[in-house]
């Protein structure tokens, strides 16, 4: 039985994946089941991630399954997509904590003007393989997402961007050393009560549990071959 939570965190990755479409003038479209883009998407997302464990989205998807560079998140292992033409990129773990995070956050600073912004993309984009715009100056209109990054010499050496639902506050996109029980705890103030979500693995993983984030299913992207 697929954990409430799970779906929630999904639902909360969905609006996140409304969100970016949004700031970067592209088309999507929303079902109960899913979200499915009609633009390509931006870097590191995939075409779609679905939102319902019963989720039925051949249809919806099938314009879109021949691109050379078609992928989806598949939200709850619900299926194997190789039919599609897809194989495993990686897997991850849903995550839940309650807002009950109180950790000191001296030196966080919201990301409010475009350098800033620029500073903490730099910051938060250092190895990528990458150098396309991920975050643009957009993103600081939104009234349902902030971003945070912790001071250093060059700028940011953490960051963490906090996303709002209806019923629970996204963390993602989080870097840097030692931040976890930080960057948890300004998603939860923002939240205002919140439920806290979002998706880790590996080393993250391990300092999301760390600080008191439960395990609450797992998630697949799949992806095309080369």
Not at 100 to 111: N, S
Not at 188 to 211: H, K, M, N, T, W
């Amino acid at each position: 039985m697929t954990d409430r939570r799970a779906v929630m965190a999904a639902c909360n990755n969905a609006d996140w994946y409304a969100m970016m479409w949004d700031i970067h003038g592209l088309r999507y479209q929303r079902t109960p089941d899913a979200f499915c883009a009609i633009d390509p998407p931006p870097p590191y997302h995939s075409w779609g991630t679905l939102t319902s464990p019963t989720a039925q989205v051949d249809d919806l998807f099938a314009p879109y399954r021949t691109h050379p560079h078609f992928g989806l998140k598949d939200a709850f292992n619900q299926r194997d997509w190789s039919d599609y033409g897809l194989t495993p990129l990686f897997q991850a773990t849903w995550i839940w904590a309650a807002p009950t995070f109180d950790a000191p956050t001296d030196g966080w600073d919201q990301i409010a003007t475009r350098d800033e912004l620029a500073k903490w993309e730099t910051a938060w984009g250092a190895g990528s393989p990458t150098n396309t715009q991920q975050f643009p100056p957009a993103i600081l209109k939104r009234q349902d997402v902030r971003l945070w990054g912790r001071r250093s010499e060059q700028g940011y050496d953490a960051g963490v961007i906090a996303n709002l639902s209806v019923d629970c506050v996204g963390l993602s996109n989080s870097f840097g050393d030692d931040m976890a029980a930080a960057a948890a705890t300004l998603c939860g103030q923002f939240g205002a009560g919140r439920p806290i979500v979002g998706y880790e693995r590996g080393r993250d993983l391990d300092a999301a549990r760390s600080v008191g984030f439960v395990e609450t299913g797992l998630l697949t992207v799949w992806t095309k071959p080369g």
